[in-house]
T-cell receptor
Framework: GDSVTQMEGPVTLSEEAFLTINCTYTATGYPSLFWYVQYPGEGLQLLLK?????DKGSNKGFEATYRKETTSFHLEKGSVQVSDSAVYFC???????????FGKGTTLSVSS | DSGVTQTPKHLITATGQRVTLRCSPRSGDLSVYWYQQSLDQGLQFLIQ???????AKGNILERFSAQQFPDLHSELNLSSLELGDSALYFC????????????FGPGTRLTVL
């Protein structure tokens, strides 16, 4: 079935460092792809999305490009802040286009 | 704030008991989704309701059931609770039947002792 694989965490960075969190997927058809962020004690917030190949989603300095040829949707940010510390989830819509299938999440810790 | 509300925030109960979790979607959203987040299984889709009707089912146990009411709020009922049911239960909503752009509530943390 469809699935999402994320790089294992935790990822520990210093403020202003460059961030990459890898995400690859397996899917039949053409799913939409998402990055969600979960801050401590809170629910998931949609960070960005892409609905077709070569689309780039971006928000709050974060970017990810839907790469069909490599089945990837890596999350990047040029300069992280302490406030970016959170758990990041890559997800895709299932074959029916309804439910979200999530990766296991990657914990990011940024220190000043 | 996503606009999705969930109550209660925390719930502690004993094995064998039954609980009800409540979710109110964002204003205007017709779909409600329920997800379970546990340490071993991660985030898993349970069930979706669209405008009062069940639309999709995921890994939902037979001991669990849900419904969506005419005012579009939804309830997730968990019965014959086991220790392994301890988890965070999230509700999400979206405008239409498609799963694109789901907005999540803050979750209900269920602890089964």
């Amino acid at each position: 079935g469809d699935s999402v694989t994320q790089m294992e965490g935790p990822v520990t960075l210093s403020e202003e460092a460059f961030l990459t969190i890898n995400c690859t997927y397996t899917a039949t058809g053409y799913p939409s792809l998402f990055w969600y962020v979960q801050y401590p004690g809170e629910g998931l917030q949609l960070l960005l999305k892409a609905t077709k190949a070569d689309d780039k989603g971006s928000n709050k300095g974060f970017e990810a490009t839907y790469r069909k040829e490599t089945t990837s949707f890596h999350l990047e940010k040029g300069s992280v802040q302490v406030s970016d510390s959170a758990v990041y989830f890559c997800a895709l819509t299932d074959q029916a286009g309804t439910a979200l299938i999530f990766g296991k999440g990657t914990t990011l810790s940024v220190s000043s | 704030d996503s606009g999705v509300t969930q109550t209660p925030k925390h719930l502690i109960t004993a094995t064998g008991q039954r609980v009800t979790l409540r979710c109110s979607p964002r204003s205007g959203d017709l779909s409600v989704y329920w997800y379970q987040q546990s340490l071993d299984q991660g985030l898993q889709f349970l069930i979706q309701y669209y405008n009062g009707e069940e639309r999709a089912k995921g890994n939902i146990l037979e001991r669990f059931s849900a419904q969506q009411f005419p005012d579009l709020h939804s309830e997730l009922n968990l019965s014959s609770l086991e220790l392994g049911d301890s988890a965070l239960y999230f509700c999400a909503s979206s405008a239409g039947a498609s799963g694109n752009e789901q907005f999540f509530g803050p979750g209900t943390r269920l602890t089964v002792l």
